[in-house]
Every structure is written in C-alpha cells, then in structure tokens.
C-alpha cells in the first residue's frame, strides 16, 4: 500500500471515528431527550390536572359562601328547616347540575351529620364524621375548606363554607364538582394527551353504599376502551405512582406513568394515569437522525476529499524530496529545496535535512577539488625539480644535487636521487682513477713487449750469426 493510501486511509479512519464519537452519543442522547421531553410533557398534563381542581376548588368554595350567606339559607339551617332549602335548590339543581356540573349540593349540621342533601333530599341524617374530613374541620373551625374527598357519592372537588346565623356557628354548606368526562376533556382539549383516573377503595368505612368504596375502578378516561392499568398497577402505585415506561395504543406508541392524588387528609384516593404520544418525539428523532446522519456521512465525505488533497501534498513533496535526494546521490548538487524548505512543518525540516547535507557535500566537494589542485601542482613541480636534475645529469652533470624541499612524501625522492648522484659520482670518480692505473700498465707492458721485441730480435741475430 502506498503512502499516499495509507495518509487517505488514516485520515479518513480518523474523521469515521470522530463522526462515530460524535454521532453515537447524539442518537443515544436522542432517546434520552424523548423520555426527557415525554416525561415533562406528562408533568405538565399532572400540573394541568391539579391547576383543574384548584380552580374548581375555587368554583366550588365561591358557590358554596355566596350560598351560606343568602339570610333565608342561614335561618333555614339554624331553624332545622328542610322543606325551605328544598324549596329554594331542589327544583333549579338539575340545570345547575347540566350547566355547571355540581354534583353535591351538601348542608351539614354543626355535629358533622348530613342535614340536607340537595341532590338527593330524601337522604339525610347520616354521620359524616368518620371519613368526611372536610367537613369536621370546617365546623371545628368554622371556616372555608376545600379539598378532593372521597364521599358516598364518590370522590368530588368540595368547597364547604360555614353558615352563622345572628353570630353563630350553625352548620356548613358544601358544593362538590365530581371528576368527569367533561373536567377530564377540558384539560386534554388542545393537546393529544389522554387520562384516565382510578378510585382506590375506603375499606375502613362499611357504611359506604358506592362501588368507589368496594373496589378499584376506572371512574372517568379520555380513552376509549378498556382500562389500561390492573387493579395490581393500581394497588402498587396507590403510593408512587408508576414509573414511566411505553405502551401501545390503537397502534400509536405513548409514554405513560400514574400519579396518586391526594386527598384533602393527605391519603391517596385514587391514581391518575397519564399517557402523551411520542409520534412528534419519534418524527424529531428520525428527523435528527437523518440529519446527524447526513452531516456524518458528510463529514466523512468533506474528510476524504481532504486527505486526499492533504495526502497528495505529503505524499508530492516527499517524492519530490526523494527525486532530490537520489540526484544528491548521484553527485548533482545543484538541487533547490527551498520551496519545502518555506513550507515549514515535518517535510520542511526534513528540506532542511537535506539541504544541510547538500551543502557539506558540496563544501566536501570543493575541498577536495583545491586539494587535488594544491596536489596537482606540487606533482608538477615536483616533476620539473626531479626532471631538470634528470637532465643535468643526463648531460653527465654530477655536482648538481637537489636542494628544495619537495614535501612530505617526497622529501626521499630527493634524498635518494642525491644518494645516487652521490654514489654515480664516486663511481665515475673510481673508475676514472682505474682507466689512468690501466693506461699505465697497459704503457708499461707496451714499453716491455717493445723491449722485449728488440731483444728477441738482437738474440735472433746473434744466433744467425753464430749459425754462420
């Protein structure tokens, strides 16, 4: 693999796993911000809930004191006088019933007992202290209360005011509004949330009549169909409340959890279950993810592109060094490398390498070419030196030794050249001395054998003469 491929390659790998630590967080993120947003969209439909019943805490406690303060309803009450609060409520309750959904219609006497009940005159006398705490503390107090209550007409928003007549405490007047249909859609109207709300039993009061007080039941949904809690869900987050989780419905996916409401004591009198769509949350996911995607994929893209045009620069430049370095091999060393040199970075200092070894070859170079010169013209003096005394003493020259300094090196040349002049001249000398010493002899023994011709020749004539 080429470094070129090796540059793209790292490169890319690099931008993959950056968009990967980027994009695996993001959508995991993604999940966690639905059930973030789904789950604050469920307390804001609880807070919707109990902003509901404050305000009909609020209704119900205005109707109950204009009530208490009408002088025939504070005589009537003070005076045991049934038949006048019949005459006065009964006939217009069904229309307040139908317009304005009160559902209790509620006087007590001072001892917590039920006096008269406008929504049902027939029952009365019946002992309230037992399990309708509001209205104890309203006739121990003789004040306003309001509160969600259980009662035998099931679980209501009351408002109870209490009723003086000339300075004294007579009784107490409650207005009820019940959870129903119509509170239920005046809180999920403008939204696509949908509730439900499930009654928890009173087991510890028998006298209870309802079925609110003999087992769980869904008393009012926004939803068609069957109940979507157990009585075992219920019973479980009668404390609680249950947790969040997804379920589905009608094929739609929602994220639902139970609240348990309180009641004007403090105990949970029933759990309302919450459930909010997350088609919106799961379009703005895949929308997300289909733009984290996007910008991952490019990301990537943009990363190749530039690791290729990063890797074919690296890659350009350090050819373009490696040319340079293989003609500095072969001896060129008219090389420039000052563009990589600008550069700066890694390949510039590496310009830099090679420049700085450019330039001591080339200083290399020039040395030994002024020592080869130096060399060149010591050789040829030495030459003429050694060639002139060659001469002289072709020329029979014997007395003219070599004298200069010739160097190291060739200081023995001269030496053994005079040694030899030295030695040829004593020679010539001895034989010169031996040709004068021959020459001698070679006169004496001429002298001799002439001699010795004369006398052969006088002995040969004496002998002729003597034979004669």
Same mark, same amino acid.
């Given at each position: 693999m080429s470094l070129r491929s090796k540059i793209i390659l790292s490169i890319a790998a690099s931008v993959a796993l950056s968009a990967l630590v980027v994009l695996v967080p993001m959508l995991v993120g993604m999940n966690g911000m639905i059930e973030q947003g789904t789950k604050r969209e469920l307390e804001m439909v609880r807070?919707?809930?109990?902003?509901?019943?404050? +305000?009909? @805490?609020h209704n119900a406690l205005s109707m109950a004191t204009m009530v208490a303060r009408m002088p025939v309803v504070e005589e009537a009450v003070a005076k045991g006088d049934r038949q006048v609060l019949n005459d006065l409520f009964v006939p217009g309750f069904a229309e307040m019933r139908d317009t304005q959904g009160v559902r209790q219609f509620h006087f007590h006497t001072p001892d917590s007992h039920s006096f008269f009940r406008v929504n049902k005159p027939d029952t009365f006398g019946d002992d309230l202290s037992g399990f309708r705490q509001t209205v104890v503390e309203a006739n121990a107090k003789r004040a306003a209360v309001t509160g969600l209550e259980l009662g035998r007409g099931g679980v209501a928003v009351r408002g109870i005011a209490a009723i003086a007549h000339q300075g004294a405490h007579v009784g107490t007047i409650e207005i009820g509004?019940?959870?129903? +249909?119509? @509170?239920f859609q005046s809180i999920v109207a403008e939204s696509e949330a949908e509730m439900e709300f499930y009654v928890l039993p009173r087991t510890d009061v028998a006298s209870f009549a309802t079925s609110d007080s003999a087992s769980l039941n869904r008393s009012v949904a926004?939803?068609?169909?069957?109940?979507l809690l157990t009585?075992?869900?219920?019973?479980?987050g009668q404390e609680t409340g249950v947790a969040a989780r997804e379920i589905a419905i009608g094929g739609a996916l929602y994220m639902a959890a139970a609240f348990p409401v309180k009641d004007y004591s403090g105990a949970t009198v029933g759990l309302l279950h919450v459930m909010v769509p997350e088609a919106a949350y799961l379009a703005l996911k895949n929308e997300m993810r289909l733009i984290a995607l996007g910008a991952a994929a490019g990301a990537l893209l943009l990363g190749l592109v530039g690791a290729a045009l990063m890797g074919g620069r690296i890659t350009g430049t350090l050819e373009e060094m490696i040319g340079k370095l293989k003609r500095l091999a072969d001896g060129d060393l008219e090389i420039d490398v000052s563009s990589a040199q600008a550069r700066g970075g890694e390949l510039g200092h590496l310009a830099d390498g090679i420049a700085v070894f450019r330039d001591h070859r080339l200083h290399e170079v020039e040395t030994l070419a002024r020592e080869r010169e130096a060399a060149q013209a010591h050789r040829a003096a030495l030459v003429g030196i050694l060639g002139s005394g060659l001469q002289r003493l072709a020329e029979g020259d014997l007395t003219a030794p070599i004298h200069d300094d010739l160097g190291e090196g060739y200081n023995s040349v001269r030496d053994d050249y005079n040694a030899t002049l030295a030695s040829l001249a004593d020679l010539?000398?001895?034989l010169h001395e031996t040709s004068g010493t021959i020459h001698a002899r070679a006169?004496?023994?001429?002298?001799?054998?002439?001699?010795?011709?004369?006398?052969?020749?006088?002995?040969a004539a004496t002998l002729e003469e003597t034979a004669a």
């Open positions: 807070l919707r809930f109990q902003t509901a019943l404050e +305000d009909r @805490f509004f019940s959870i129903d +249909d119509a @509170f926004s939803i068609e169909g069957a109940p009585a075992e869900d219920v019973r479980a010539i000398g001895a006169e004496e023994i001429g002298g001799a054998s002439d001699d010795l011709s004369h006398r052969t020749e006088n002995q």
